[in-house]
């Protein structure tokens, strides 16, 4: 695919690219044998985790590119997420990853049903007096529009003037005419105003000005199509050859041609417009500044005048591709594939999804998901930075098409460019740029039993709060993995209140939260490479303590304890009533379940009541060895 940069993008996007390449790479730890010198490296000030300033700076900078006004809020199928293609490609090879694709860092692939014109096919002839006939040709003199099918029209000529219908403002210029089964032909927005009386004003346009608007009430009067011109004030002197788009949103429920003013003013010079009074107006400028003049509307069939009208169209996706590399593994398990991925793509100016309705402003989409995607950069800066080689293949993926149904991940599983068979885990980076009180959710943490224990264990020096949702949840990249049962994890730090609207911005990410969790999946990815076994896929056999409770007592009275229990193990007696857990008062047997589940793996403090006395014991909520 070609981008068609401007010149202002192109040194936004070459000077990025430079500061990228120029910054140091810190981060060398990333195999098992170096695991352990990075969990004794990590930066704390007063016992407090910091994030590495370098780290902070590249991530910043991915983030603020991605989320920039040139890149348009990276709707697929548009030049804005043609841009993001590119930075992404360019970053994967100055980071030195090798394409995944054959030669090609792309899979690209088409999305969505969209009509779109067949020019060769598309015509437009008018027929005037005395056999007179010009044929326009397509995108030079007319262009067409997107209509809802394919049509074939011939029909006299209808001259509506400006085409509005405002009763309220009294004017109307489809109150003299019989348009149905006719193509009608207007001029763009208003008139201007220039009458002092005039309820027209140029400085404030009424919402009767919409190409959008005339065309739902020309639709609805049964005209067979539109014919539109601009006008005098919106095509300058120097660009009336020019053919100079309206706003056309919503207009291809009827057939709808844009012509050339020179057009119009051929058909007027052998067809005058008639006023009330018997003058001709042989041109469109003067038709306009008579209608501005009086304020009276001057629709008239046009004497003579027909048109023969094709309009052809074709369904097309549009093309957007997952920008995939990957560093090959070595050893006895290089063809076990790990991969690493976040989508790149978000809303564009809200046309879906947004949760501002109405608002087409750019939907900069910095935390969703600029920040994974520049969580999948930083990764692939570290892991390529090692001295040795990964014990098994690492494959980045930046997928496309996210926001539209997970497209991307879906095409990927569809079509793995490494077998899937030998994918034996996926992370996930989805809006990891709000991190607030520590708290990081780690869902899908139960698609293997062996991911908790490796979660923990990495958490040792970043300190987070982890949140684990206790089903499969979070509608993101890593569900078509998880479908095909790949161990999987979404990193993820939680809705806000500008998510999906144009107000998620680079001034609202906390980057140093981002590199933060990107250390900490640093460090699950490094521990899970270093198995030697795969990860084996499905949820864990839930805990139990080991108990029975007394089903006739209010309080929470422990009743009976299972032989080589945790419970056993830790001290826990029949008749101990359970007072808290961890500082957390425990009153019945619900609040009992949800504290057991939410430490589950941890080692927490049981208070109880024995006897007479209250005991404090270690308990460790794991299944004993």
Wanted: charged share 25%; with cysteine; aromatic share 8%.
């Amino acid at each position: 695919m070609t981008s068609q940069i401007s010149n202002k993008i192109l040194t936004t996007f070459v000077g990025c690219f430079l500061t990228l390449l120029l910054m140091p790479l810190t981060h060398k730890s990333v195999t098992a044998d170096d695991a352990d010198d990075k969990k004794e490296s990590a930066t704390y000030v007063d016992g407090d985790y910091q994030a590495d300033s370098d780290a902070v700076q590249r991530v910043g900078q991915d983030i603020q590119v991605l989320a920039s006004e040139e890149f348009g809020g990276r709707q697929p199928g548009t030049p804005q997420m043609q841009l993001a293609e590119d930075y992404l490609v360019a970053q994967y090879k100055a980071i030195g990853l090798q394409p995944a694709n054959q030669d090609s860092f792309l899979q690209t692939f088409e999305v969505g049903r969209t009509p779109s014109i067949v020019p060769e096919q598309c015509s437009l002839t008018l027929n005037g007096p005395d056999g007179k006939t010009i044929e326009l040709e397509m995108g030079k003199e007319f262009q067409t529009l997107i209509s809802r099918g394919d049509y074939e029209l011939e029909s006299e000529l209808v001259f509506v003037g400006y085409g509005i219908n405002a009763e309220e403002l009294n004017f109307d210029e489809f109150a003299s005419v019989d348009v149905e089964g006719k193509i009608v032909v207007l001029v763009n927005l208003e008139p201007a105003g220039k009458n002092e009386n005039s309820v027209f004003s140029a400085e404030s346009p009424t919402r009767y000005s919409a190409a959008r608007g005339k065309a739902g009430v020309i639709r609805r009067l049964g005209a067979a199509g539109i014919i539109m011109v601009n006008a005098t004030r919106s095509a300058p002197d120097a660009e009336l050859d020019e053919l100079v788009a309206p706003d056309f949103l919503g207009v291809g429920r009827i057939p709808f041609a844009q012509v050339k003013r020179q057009v119009v003013d051929q058909i007027f010079s052998e067809s005058p417009i008639k006023t009330p009074t018997g003058d001709t107006l042989n041109n469109l400028a003067a038709v306009e500044d008579k209608i501005d003049e009086t304020v009276e509307p001057l629709s008239q069939v046009i004497d003579g005048w027909s048109a023969k009208w094709n309009g052809v169209f074709e369904i097309k996706g549009a093309p957007t591709s997952n920008v995939v590399g990957v560093i090959e593994g070595e050893g006895p398990h290089a063809h076990e594939t790990i991969v690493i991925g976040g989508h790149y793509d978000h809303l564009g100016r809200g046309a879906y999804g947004s949760r501002a309705p109405g608002n087409r402003n750019v939907h900069y989409g910095a935390d969703d998901n600029a920040s994974g995607t520049a969580a999948v950069l930083e990764l692939a800066r570290r892991f390529t930075a090692s001295d040795q080689k990964p014990q098994r293949r690492m494959v980045f993926i930046c997928f496309t098409a996210e926001e539209m149904g997970l497209l991307g991940a879906r095409h990927y599983v569809d079509n793995p460019l490494f077998p899937l068979e030998d994918t034996v885990a996926m992370f996930n980076f989805d809006m990891i740029g709000w991190l607030r009180d520590d708290q990081l959710q780690v869902v899908s943490w139960d698609s293997s039993p062996e991911f908790w224990p490796i979660l923990q264990a990495a958490n040792e020096q970043t300190s987070l709060q982890l949140d684990r949702p206790t089903r499969m949840s979070g509608g993101s990249d890593h569900m078509p993995f998880n479908a095909r049962q790949i161990p999987n994890i979404f990193f993820h730090t939680g809705l806000h209140e500008v998510y999906h609207t144009p107000g998620d911005t680079f001034e609202a990410i906390n980057t140093e939260g981002a590199v933060r969790v990107i250390d900490y999946a640093e460090q699950v990815i490094v521990d899970t490479m270093a198995r030697n076994d795969r990860l084996k896929y499905g949820k864990p056999e839930p805990f139990s303590l080991g108990i029975s409770l007394d089903s006739d007592r209010e309080e929470v009275i422990i009743e009976s304890v299972n032989e080589n229990s945790a419970a056993a193990k830790s001290g826990l007696l029949a008749g101990d009533e359970i007072i808290e857990i961890d500082g957390q008062p425990i009153s019945s047997r619900r609040e009992l379940t949800r504290s057991i589940r939410a430490n589950e793996g941890s080692n927490v403090i049981f208070t109880l009541k024995r006897q007479a006395a209250v005991v404090k014991l270690h308990v460790k909520l794991e299944k004993p060895e």
